[in-house]
């Protein structure tokens, strides 16, 4: 099914996967018991990523190709570094053969460790010049988005004009990059209406599970941590038990606040966990609220309520 018909009809909730390492889950039977476990939240789609340089896009197709066999609604993660037109369409093609109908443009980064033989921006340079080529093809397109603004943009007002463009080009729903501290994405998401950007905004929510996870994070998102996570993480730094317990407890908070003050969706960034996943659900009461199926109407945007946190 299309996003943009999911999304005219309800909020969403979504999960994102990526593809194991080889060595880790070589016929990608760990992965596939990870999305039928999944299966039990009824998500209204899954999103597959790779890295950008693409060495595992062969598996992040198959892995579409697993959630389609569980009867869910794939988004698969698309770049455009490194990429040519043919390589693009060749990749569309498969995936349109398979009955992939949800595609996520993004740009890309160049991997720090990759040493592309040729200039890395062959045939797009933006991910803007991918949702070109890609609309006229029979796609539901969906875009990235930055609550705390993208690294290499000169303004967070920059960034909004670049999500007006993909709108226009055809993208019909934004994921956000992960955040921590839901004022920004409240005060973007303000931002972003008050301009003119009228698609669904989808809040991306990366749960932490262990304190040793939280550089990375940061490395990878430019993200900030709040003084409660900090606390949470300085707390139970040694004590891995305790510090997965409060990583879900404040993961699902943010949620249930999210979804208390009107987000398009959620999707949850699940490192392929689907115990934790599943808990963390539980605990924001997401369950509850979604079942009958929310209406994507009558959404209280305020900036001003306070946060349970
Ligand atoms: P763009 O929209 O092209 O923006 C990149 C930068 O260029 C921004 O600073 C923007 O302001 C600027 N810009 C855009 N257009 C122009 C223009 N015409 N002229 C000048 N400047 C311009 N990476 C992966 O490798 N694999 C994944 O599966 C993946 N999944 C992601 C999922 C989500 C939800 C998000 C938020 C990010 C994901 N990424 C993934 C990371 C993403 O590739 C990087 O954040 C990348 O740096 C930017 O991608 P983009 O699509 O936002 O790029």
Redesign the pocket.
């Given at each position: 099914m299309r996003i943009d018909s999911i999304l005219k009809e309800r909020r969403t909730l979504s999960f994102e996967v990526f593809p194991p390492k080889q060595e880790h889950d070589e016929d990608l039977s760990g992965i596939r018991g990870t999305l039928a476990a999944l299966t039990a939240e009824s998500p209204d789609f899954v999103s597959v990523?790779?890295?950008?340089g693409g060495h595992n896009r062969p598996r992040a197709l198959e892995i579409a190709e697993i959630v389609l066999s569980l009867k869910m609604t794939p988004l698969s993660?698309l770049?455009a570094v490194g990429y040519t037109k043919e390589d693009t369409e060749r990749v569309t093609r498969a995936l349109a053969g398979m009955g992939v109908e949800n595609l996520?443009?993004?740009?890309?980064?160049v991997p720090a460790d990759m040493n592309f033989p040729q200039d890395p921006w062959i045939d797009f340079r933006?991910?803007?010049d991918l949702v070109n080529f890609l609309s006229p093809k029979d796609f539901c397109l969906g875009?990235?988005?930055?609550p705390e603004q993208?690294v290499?943009?000169g303004s967070p007002e920059?960034?909004v004009e670049?999500m007006l463009d993909?709108e226009r080009a055809g993208v019909s729903f934004f994921?956000?990059?992960l955040f921590f501290d839901n004022e920004f994405f409240f005060r973007f998401r303000d931002r972003c209406r008050a301009a003119g950007v009228q698609s669904p905004i989808i809040a991306?929510i990366m749960p932490v599970f262990r304190a040793q996870q939280i550089q990375r994070i940061v490395e990878i998102s430019s993200c900030s941590v709040p003084v409660q996570l900090n606390a949470i993480l300085a707390h139970y730094a040694d004590e891995p038990a305790s510090m997965e317990d409060a990583g879900t407890d404040y993961a699902a908070s943010q949620i249930a606040e999210l979804w208390r003050r009107g987000v398009d969706g959620v999707h949850l960034y699940t490192m392929n966990k689907s115990r934790q996943v599943l808990d963390i659900v539980a605990r924001s009461g997401l369950r509850k609220k979604r079942f009958p199926l929310s209406p994507r109407q009558g959404q209280e945007t305020s900036s001003q309520e306070t946060s349970p946190q």
């Open positions: 990523t790779y890295g950008a993660h770049t996520l443009a993004l740009r890309g980064d933006y991910a803007l875009g990235a988005a930055y993208h290499e943009s920059r960034d670049v993909k994921i956000t990059q991306g």
